[in-house]
């Protein structure tokens, strides 16, 4: 089993010792490295407790905007946003400006975003939140997601930035869990060129990315405790590669929408391509990198649709089995596998090999324990990453990505270990 990729790194650094001046080789290349991952770090649209607010090029469709007709919708729009909810009721509110600005073309719809500012979107999203006589919001979950991903596809990437920024809802929240003061969100640099397989940045840096624009070896839990979130996606990618490009999508002005699924129905969530970033570092699931610039920032995306499903990000690191992750990514209901059953390795293969995506959790409370001789973390997911039935043995793939030991990033498994060290295996259709 191959560790993909970045391996060249582990591999040297083990070797280094027994090569001559192979220490003095791999300290250059570490400088090198270094130098290289560091530079544009300070041009990254990096905003410290808020989100970036930048103008980028754009090319929208439909008409040219009439300004007139934006000025005199505006400011209709605005006097009904600042009307009173007490007299007329915030749901009556929202769904008139809603009437008014549907029917303008994107240029002319972007002028009123811009023209209503912070202060505008703040006062929108305010009245989102107003609670009804039974002590409801005014806008259920599905009406209001459905408004965010209208305008965050339609307007500029400036106005979908002014609403990142100025409607706290179209963003799920973020508390890093640190005082340091050094949390916010960036946008990460690009646009990214494919070279032989490799990506480069606009600046013609190297960039190690896979061979597909999405795919399963791009994966790097990150700070969030989403193992159970980010290794489904992994499984399902696995068994299906064809899953990903019918579920994420980057827009025309640069947003993302990705398709999760509630109780079976399809859940589009379009977003600001803004991500949690701290201490020098994306805050949130990579692939293979800690660095902002690089292109794999789509588990990142993936990441964040969750926790704007469920409201914050606090909410996806608790988390659940990832029977529910399956469920929500492919809309399927999923099975349990038998853990004692004598062919439980056969019956693997076979799910396997109908395309089913399998995800397994081991034992524990915390993950900050090991188990096996240290080659599995404790009540961690991982995703069934292969099976050889001869052998009577099977193969989990650890979602830390690189950022896990060799010894942790897989782990072979015989028929008498899994029921000493898994408590549940759960699959799914994918196809």
Not at 327 to 353: C, F, H, V, Y
């Amino acid at each position: 089993m191959g560790y993909h990729r970045n391996n060249w790194r582990q591999v040297a650094g083990k070797a280094a010792p027994f090569i001559p001046g192979g220490r003095e080789l791999m300290a250059a290349v570490d400088v090198v490295q270094g130098i290289s991952d560091t530079v544009g770090r300070s041009q990254l649209q990096y905003v410290r407790g808020g989100h970036p607010l930048v103008e980028l090029p754009w090319q929208p469709p439909g008409p040219p905007p009439n300004p007139q007709r934006a000025e005199a919708v505006g400011r209709q729009a605005w006097d009904i946003l600042f009307a009173s909810e007490q007299q007329y009721s915030a749901r009556s509110l929202l769904d008139q400006v809603g009437n008014l600005l549907m029917p303008l073309p994107p240029t002319e719809l972007d002028l009123v975003i811009r023209r209503f500012g912070t202060q505008g979107l703040e006062r929108w999203d305010q009245l989102t939140h107003v609670e009804d006589e039974h002590g409801e919001p005014a806008y259920d979950w599905p009406r209001q997601q459905a408004l965010f991903n209208w305008l965050l596809r339609t307007v500029s990437p400036y106005g979908a930035m002014l609403i990142g920024a100025g409607m706290t809802c179209s963003q799920p929240n973020d508390d890093p869990g640190c005082d340091c003061g050094d949390h916010g969100w960036v946008l990460p640099e690009g646009p990214f060129a494919k070279v032989d397989g490799a990506y480069v940045t606009e600046n013609w840096q190297w960039v190690s990315g896979a061979t597909e624009a999405l795919s399963w070896q791009d994966m790097d839990q990150g700070i969030y405790g989403t193992c159970w979130l980010l290794t489904s996606m992994q499984a399902v990618l696995q068994a299906n590669p064809q899953h990903a490009p019918r579920h994420f999508r980057q827009e025309a002005n640069g947003t993302v929408t990705i398709t999760l699924y509630d109780e079976g129905r399809p859940d589009p969530i379009t977003m600001v391509p803004d991500l949690p970033y701290g201490h020098g570092r994306l805050w949130g699931a990579t692939g293979h990198t800690e660095d902002a610039r690089y292109a794999e920032t789509w588990p990142g995306y993936f990441e964040k649709a969750a926790a704007q499903g469920a409201g914050n990000y606090v909410d996806v690191v608790h988390g659940g089995p990832p029977a529910e992750a399956l469920a929500m990514i492919t809309g399927r209901t999923t099975q349990k596998l038998d853990l004692n059953s004598p062919w439980l390795i056969q019956e693997i293969a076979d799910r396997k090999s109908r395309g089913q995506a399998l995800v397994a959790t081991t034992a524990g409370t915390s993950d900050r324990q090991k188990l096996a001789g240290g080659r599995l973390a404790q009540s961690h997911a991982y995703f069934l990453k292969d099976v050889d039935p001869a052998g009577g043995r099977m193969c989990l793939g650890n979602p830390w990505g690189d950022g896990a030991t060799r010894k942790m990033w897989e782990c072979w498994l015989t028929l008498q270990e899994v029921g000493s060290y898994l408590v549940q295996i759960d699959a799914v259709d994918t196809w």
